[in-house]
């Protein structure tokens, strides 16, 4: 996501590339010599912050390189659930108004790097955050008409956190951050209990994981499985979602489907 957001912003004028690959776990990715080497050779490094990337503190540290936290100035929301309670939850971008400062912080940063072209980064910049804002609202919109005791998203992760907000939607997730994916009995019987409380409708779970703790929770309740979610990866460039503005959209109209009714 980190890699398309900032070739909207960059433009012609720098090359960007990403460590992780699309579709790997990032939340517990271990980085190999090739991409330390790859990182000394860049001029500026981005990453996430919010203890995203559990590997990156160290794997910054062993380069020289200049490092941007892109999600610096974003108003953070903590997981609320288990042993990560009170740590920031790091799926900032899953909104797309957070994405406007990830987009600020790219256009200083690179500005700082390439002064010349600071024009062409803040117009690039302030045409991105326009669909951006464009996404967002249309979103709002199409959650909007969901009934009460629809409103509620039931994922594998506890990644939509900040989508929740934005849509004003109640949360609920069998683990708050994919790197412990392996689910407890305990989480899965607090996921049954709230779908059959709330009467939910679908649940969904996220292209990097498995979904099998999401289809036991499937079979225990009248819930259907609503359809995978992108969080963590994009997809292929002839998957779903190969752009961030594509996922953001896809998990709306993902989610909006399945709790209508309109899905598998
Ligand atoms: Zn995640």
Redesign the pocket.
């Given at each position: 996501m980190l890699e398309d957001i900032a070739e909207n912003v960059a433009g012609d004028r720098l090359r960007v590339d990403s460590i992780t690959k699309v579709g790997a776990e990032?939340?517990g990715y271990e980085p190999t010599p090739r991409d330390v080497a790859k990182a000394s050779e860049a001029d500026l490094i981005l990453d996430n912050g919010l203890n995203?990337e559990a590997w990156f503190g160290q794997f910054v540290e062993s380069v020289d390189v200049p490092h941007v936290v892109v999600s610096d100035g974003v108003e953070v929301l903590d997981i609320t659930e288990d042993a990560n309670a009170g740590k920031p939850n790091?799926?900032a971008w899953m909104s797309a108004l957070n994405a406007q400062i990830y987009v600020d912080n790219m256009v200083a940063a690179f500005s700082d790097l390439e002064p010349a072209y600071s024009a062409e980064f803040a117009e690039n910049g302030e045409a991105y955050k326009r669909k951006l804002e464009e996404l967002h609202q249309k979103m709002i919109n199409k959650l909007d008409s969901l009934p009460d005791n629809e409103r509620a998203l039931v994922s594998c992760?506890g990644?939509f956190s900040y989508l929740a907000r934005d849509s004003g939607l109640r949360e609920k997730y069998i683990w708050p951050?994919?790197?412990e994916q392996q689910a407890t009995p305990q989480q899965i019987t607090s996921a049954i209990e709230f779908v059959k409380t709330n009467e939910v409708p679908a649940v969904f779970c996220?292209s990097?994981v498995s979904d099998k703790p999401m289809q036991q929770v499937v079979r225990a309740t009248d819930a259907s499985f609503g359809g995978t979610l992108y969080?963590?990866s994009l997809s292929e460039s002839d998957g779903p979602v190969p752009t961030y503005l594509d996922l953001i959209r896809h998990d709306a109209d993902t989610i909006v489907a399945a709790l209508t009714g309109g899905a598998e």
């Open positions: 990032i939340h995203l790091p799926h992760e990644a951050v994919n790197a996220e990097t969080v963590d």
